[in-house]
């Protein structure tokens, strides 16, 4: 059975080796707080329909869950859906999760979620335009893409992600795809720019060497469930810091310094 703690960081579930770590903690307040910018576009009325594109553990869905949205959950991972379902659905439904999409699912969303997705797919644009798709008229789009191509590196590799993303060509392939650019925070700055290096020398590169047998698919596959979600260091940054550096990131969500992005977006 998984705990919600929120002055840790979110959820926890040892069964499963769930528990938030850095990146994962910065970007669940960036999205709390767009969340909080947006709900008012999308309704305030509870059971609105959302669909989380690549949910991994479930731990974002279940976040949205929370919010009173009813959720829907989409990863072609076999492993995400058994995580995910075991850890949320066991004593009650909580999450709605999808082994495929059809057209019966076009323009059925309110909202649309798709966290750290878009940077698997080596055609974006065709991706947006299939996402777009599912999303009623006038309908938003929440997406969150990793920052900076300067910052491309074994992190990056070990995932199966294709690029990072700069804010300006962000927003042209969103409004080339039929989306209108809403609000964007740039989240992480200054605690996941400080870790950069350690958790590189101390995770990333000994992933990548380990990951470089797999395809792309299947780094894509492993990195939204499993090895990602245990965090290892808690002793030496605890969680409550974190959850504290989360909020102080948002003196500096639009300074452009941090490694992610989070965008709101409308279609239109």
Known sequence: MFTYDEKRGGVFCPGHNLAPYPGRIMRRQALLDVVADIRPRVGGE????????????????????????????????????????AVFNTDK????????????????????????????????????????????????????????MKYFGAQDRSAGHFRRYEKSSLKTLLE??????????????????????????????????QMQQHTQRARTQMSGAGHADRYRFHKLSPYRLLVACSKIQRIFYHCDCGPGYLVAAKKI
């Open 176 to 209: 080339s795809c039929g989306f209108e650019m809403l609000n964007v925070v740039n989240y992480g700055f200054p605690i996941l720019n400080a870790l950069r290096l350690p958790a590189r020398l101390l995770v990333y590169n000994k992933r990548y060497k």
């Open 46 to 85: 509870e059971g609105k329909k959302c669909l989380e594109i690549g949910y991994g553990t479930g731990i974002f869905s279940y976040e949205l869950y929370r919010m009173g949205f009813q959720v829907f959950g989409y990863d072609f991972s076999a492993s995400a859906f058994n995580t995910a379902n």
């Open 93 to 148: 439904q909580r999450l709605h999760l999808k082994r495929e999409l059809s057209e019966a699912d076009h323009g059925a969303y309110d909202l649309l979620v798709a966290l750290e997705v878009l940077e698997h797919n080596e055609d974006d644009a065709q991706t947006l335009l299939g996402w777009r798709k599912l999303i009623k008229e006038s309908g938003l789009l929440l997406l969150s893409v990793p920052a900076r």
